[in-house]
């Protein structure tokens, strides 16, 4: 077991540019959960997939935000033309089994600094 | 209303006090509860989770279910200075982790 890993651990990009990053999840786990924290406030929900599938999408995710999980392993978030509302951490979680009771577990996160 | 609601704090308890930090929320078909732990600049770490009304121990943490009030808390016994963080609360309804803002919590020695 070697912990959720994310990359990068810091992005800082211009205004308009498009990032990505990766998540690599526990490799027994079949879900995989994407989250944003803001300063002050908890993660926020954005998306979560089982195996391949995305199976909730947050109605707070703008159309500028993709996300893939192409062989149920790593997955990555895209977003496009970033504004400076982006500036985030950005947290992937996973988790094993189908059901939510399943406890998830934190990479270090990708902070976005959008300047 | 926020769906899941903590006091930001700060809580500040002397060292080798019972720290007790509460946690409400408002969708009555949650059915798991988490507590995470998140220092500064760090991840959320799992603490604990719990699933039935009651209490659930865990060495120095106690987490605490109350379906009927929508009320959770967790008790750290004898607190240290190094369980001075952020602590977030978090319910799974509706397909999703909600969390709440964190309570954080300082440990004077």
């Known amino acids: 077991d070697t912990g959720v890993s994310q990359n990068p651990r810091h992005k800082i990009t211009k205004r308009g540019q498009n990032v990505t990053f990766r998540c690599d999840p526990i490799s027994e786990h079949n879900r995989l959960y994407w989250y944003r924290q803001t300063l002050g406030q908890g993660p926020e929900f954005l998306t979560y997939?089982?195996?391949?599938?995305?199976?909730?999408k947050s109605r707070l995710l703008s159309d500028r935000f993709s996300a893939e999980r192409p062989k149920g392993s790593f997955s990555t978030l895209e977003i496009q033309r970033t504004e400076q509302g982006d500036s985030a951490m950005y947290l992937c979680a996973s988790s094993s089994g189908t059901g939510g009771n399943q406890p998830q577990h934190f990479g270090d996160g990708t902070r976005l600094s959008i300047l | 209303q926020k769906e899941v609601e903590q006091n930001s704090g700060p809580l500040s308890v002397p060292e080798g006090a019972i720290a007790s930090l509460n946690c409400t929320y408002s969708d009555r078909g949650s059915q798991s509860f988490f507590w995470y732990r998140q220092y500064s600049g760090k991840s959320p770490e799992l603490i604990m989770f719990i699933y039935s009304n009651g209490d659930k121990e865990d060495g120095r943490f106690t987490a605490q279910l109350n379906k009927a009030s929508q009320y959770v808390s967790l008790l750290i016994r004898d607190s240290q200075p190094s369980d001075s963080a952020t602590y977030l609360c978090?319910?799974?309804?509706?397909?999703?982790?909600?969390f709440g803002q964190g309570t954080t919590l300082q440990v004077k020695p």
């Open positions: 978090a319910s799974w309804g509706t397909g999703k982790l909600i």
């Open positions: 997939f089982q195996n391949e599938a995305q199976l909730e």
